[in-house]
């Protein structure tokens, strides 16, 4: 909770910032706050985080993107919110170091990573799927994906807003809802090399700076 809680309120800060305080018309933030509610996360601290957004500190958070090789040649995409970005650098570029890999210029994973917006709903009895994704077309969907009984909705990133409005208004209640940096061309490792790069990701993602973090791992 002491690493969760504060990337949680960090993302929820962020998204009152950037859409307003009302949930019922931010449909980040109110995502955010759902997340806030999987975790546990007290009331008081999701009121507290969205006061933030108005206050002076909210200007200070900042979201900011590292790109890097890890070991055995993954490719990972770190995004960050931070209110200290010297920090942030210092501490990912130690990680990768650490790792043998290496940070990268910014822009040089572009062409190998699809950005997207997924939306996660469980599939409940009675539910027609095939009525499901043809109703969201409408709203950008682009591929629906079925997976013990979770299904993942994918559109272009620029259509977030839209598809979890329109799962919204058909009454589905959403697991999950964000923007994923999806790997054009996933690699496979042996199981000695994925110990060694998740012991890298184990660091990256319990650093309280980083939201996220993706890699071309099939």
């Known amino acids: 909770m002491s690493k969760t809680f504060p990337k949680i309120g960090k993302a929820i800060t962020m998204a009152a910032k950037e859409g307003g305080p009302d949930p019922v018309n931010n449909s980040k933030l109110r995502l955010a706050i759902q997340a806030a509610k999987a975790a546990n996360m007290p009331k008081d601290n999701v009121e507290a985080a969205i006061k933030r957004a108005s206050g002076k500190d909210a200007a200070d958070i900042k979201e900011i993107n590292y790109e890097g090789k890890g070991p055995h040649g993954v490719m990972i995409f770190v995004e960050c919110a931070t209110d200290n970005t010297n920090r942030s650098i210092a501490n ?7 790792s043998g890999g290496q940070i990268l210029p910014n822009g040089a994973l572009d062409f190998l990573f699809k950005r997207k917006a997924v939306v996660e709903f469980e599939i409940v009895p009675g539910m027609d799927v095939e009525e499901v994704e043809l109703s969201l077309i409408d709203c950008g969907l682009e591929e629906l ?10 559109a272009d990133f620029t259509d977030f807003g839209t598809l979890t409005a329109g799962v919204e208004e058909l009454g589905i209640e959403i697991k ?8 054009e061309n996933p690699k496979t490792f042996t199981e000695e090399q994925m110990n060694d790069i998740e012991v890298l990701l184990d660091k990256l993602e319990d650093d309280e700076d980083v939201q996220a973090v993706f890699t071309d791992v099939d």
């Open 92 to 98: 990912v570029k130690t990680y990768f170091n650490k």
């Open 145 to 154: 994906e079925v997976e013990e009984g979770i299904a993942y909705a994918y």
């Open 176 to 183: 999950k809802a964000g923007l994923q940096r999806i790997p």
